[in-house]
């Protein structure tokens, strides 16, 4: 059974600062990772989705990695602002079930 | 605008009465699913269906039943509502299959008592 695992599950650093956040999943049979963002009591919103054949994505001052052999994967957040204080999510499609599993998050704070 | 629409966004029920919460989305995307989010124990997937009549159960999916008759809508039925039901629940959709990004409603919070 697939696990996502999100560490860590809280994070606080000063505004401007480069940051990583870590996503890894047990089992490498996935079509792809999507990293989402969700703020208080909203939906998520989908950031970047990496297909299994592919190593990184970017949008703007994120960029996302995928490690499929090793079950990891990375968030970049370049010059962190205040209002990327959010919990990101990372999430993985199977491809033996089309199930999509999500880690729990990390829940993100940037010191103004 | 695109978009997935719960309704309602929030519900307080009693034990036992029967409840349906609904969710439609306007993009024609194939694939819909169904979330519940609970403190501690995140995101899990309750229901999904890749297409029209076609579903299969998520990770959680028992106390719950879905429907998908049309490729817009895929209702969330509690035939019996129990109290460890109260939770947010999520309703999720993309296109063809699940290699796209998932496009999220904006939750309904659900109590039941």
């Known amino acids: 059974k697939q696990e996502v695992t999100q560490i860590p599950a809280a994070l606080s650093v000063p505004e401007g600062e480069n940051l990583v956040l870590n996503c890894s999943f047990t089992?490498?049979?996935?079509?792809?990772l999507q990293w989402f963002r969700q703020d208080p009591g909203k939906g998520l919103t989908s950031l970047l989705l990496i297909q299994s054949s592919q190593r990184e994505q970017t949008s703007g001052r994120l960029n996302a990695s995928l490690d499929k052999s090793s079950g990891r994967s990375t968030l970049y957040i370049a010059a962190s602002q205040p209002g990327d204080s959010a919990t990101y999510l990372c999430a993985v499609s199977g491809n033996r079930d089309d199930k999509i599993i999500f880690g729990k998050g990390t829940r993100l704070h940037i010191l103004p | 605008e695109a978009q997935v629409t719960q309704n309602p966004r929030y519900l307080i029920t009693v034990t036992g009465k029967k409840l349906t919460v609904t969710c439609s989305q306007n993009m024609n995307h194939e694939y819909m699913s169904w979330y519940r989010q609970d403190p501690g124990l995140g995101l899990r997937q309750i229901y999904y269906s890749m297409n029209v009549e076609v579903t299969d159960k998520g990770d959680v999916p028992e106390g719950y039943k879905v429907s998908r008759k049309e490729k817009r809508n895929f209702p969330l039925i509690l035939e019996s509502p129990s109290p460890n039901q109260t939770s947010l629940y999520f309703c999720?959709?993309?296109?063809?299959?699940?290699?796209?990004?998932?496009?999220f409603g904006n939750g309904t919070r659900l109590t039941v008592t």
């Open positions: 089992d490498s049979a996935i079509y792809n």
């Open positions: 999720a959709s993309c296109v063809g299959g699940v290699n796209s990004p998932l496009h």
